[in-house]
């Protein structure tokens, strides 16, 4: 390994949406089977990790990177189609809505993965390139950045930043060293295939969270989770994201939509972060202690 040098997840890439080679091949977003393992690999940065099966991978059977810095988390770039335009190519028959929902549930699994997050350019936009899958070569009418489509698909815009607001306000997400996501980064048990769930516990790489769940359902329909706890609040589901409550789990029971990606924080650290109960704990000590200096000052007041 050369430290500080990072390579790009093709695993991750072609786990999430299929070979870029085949433009009709299919990956976990799209209706691709048994990739689980390798979208996982991709989660943990590409990293040793007990809760990945390695033999399973669609590529990589052995982890290639020491550090999750030495790997780029993405799934498309400048190269080979578009994610919009490879979901329409293994979708031809599929309502707009539809490739939306899967085009959010790939880069919401990008934005919540360790290791090094990469954009392709207009992506928030769902950019198109009309199929052309090596524009290199292509003129500015290909290659463009269309900015009325901004306007035209805001809402995923908005989505977008708030995947990018979440990762930036919550440590859990980019933990800096592999023995860290090893210690509080642990795979949960799914009910059906086609779904990954991870848990990220006890205030992880020092978030003001305690345990965030990250649940993602590939299926063409609505599947029920039981978590460990109970008492949860939506932050991330497959219209809205970021750091807000979208819905509240009483219980420790969840369905997860199609094709949607949901994170979920215990209601107890959403209700204040530690470092809130942490300051709370010095007023109150500190309160305590000035009534005690006041009673003594009093009593020596009365002596003398």
Not at 119 to 143: C, M, Q, W
Not at 196 to 209: F, K, M, P, R, T
Not at 214 to 227: Q, R, S
Request: proline share 3%; charged share 25%.
């Amino acid at each position: 390994f050369l430290d500080r040098i990072a390579a790009f997840s093709d695993d991750l890439r072609d786990g999430l949406k299929g070979h870029v080679f085949t433009d009709t091949d299919r990956g976990f977003v799209n209706g691709g089977l048994g990739l689980e393992e390798t979208v996982k690999f991709g989660i943990v940065g590409n990293i040793m990790h007990s809760g990945v099966r390695y033999s399973e991978g669609k590529y990589s059977t052995t982890p290639w990177a020491k550090e999750p810095y030495h790997s780029i988390s993405y799934v498309e770039a400048h190269d080979n189609l578009t994610l919009w335009d490879k979901l329409m190519a293994t979708h031809p028959e599929a309502e707009e809505s539809e490739l939306i929902t899967m085009h959010r549930m790939a880069n919401a699994i990008v934005l919540t993965s360790q290791g090094i997050p990469f954009i392709h350019a207009g992506s928030e936009f769902l950019r198109t390139k009309d199929g052309d899958h090596n524009s290199y070569r292509s003129p500015d009418s290909v290659n463009q950045l269309v900015w009325q489509r901004k306007a035209d698909y805001v809402d995923n815009v908005e989505y977008f930043k708030g995947l990018i607001e979440l990762r930036k306000a919550h440590p859990a997400f980019r933990m800096d060293t592999a023995d860290k996501i090893r210690t509080h980064l642990s795979f949960m048990e799914m009910p059906e295939s086609n779904m990954i769930g991870y848990v990220l516990s006890e205030y992880a790489n020092g978030d003001d969270w305690k345990n965030i769940v990250v649940l993602a359902n590939a299926n063409e329909e609505a599947i029920e989770v039981n978590l460990e706890e109970r008492g949860w609040v939506v932050v991330v589901n497959g219209e809205k994201a970021g750091v807000r409550s979208l819905d509240k789990i009483s219980g420790s029971t969840i369905m997860v939509p199609a094709q949607t990606v949901m994170v979920l924080v215990d209601a107890k650290s959403m209700g204040g972060s530690k470092w809130m109960w942490y300051l709370a704990g010095l007023l109150i000590l500190a309160a305590a202690g000035y009534i005690v200096y006041s009673k003594k000052e009093q009593l020596f007041t009365k002596k003398n």
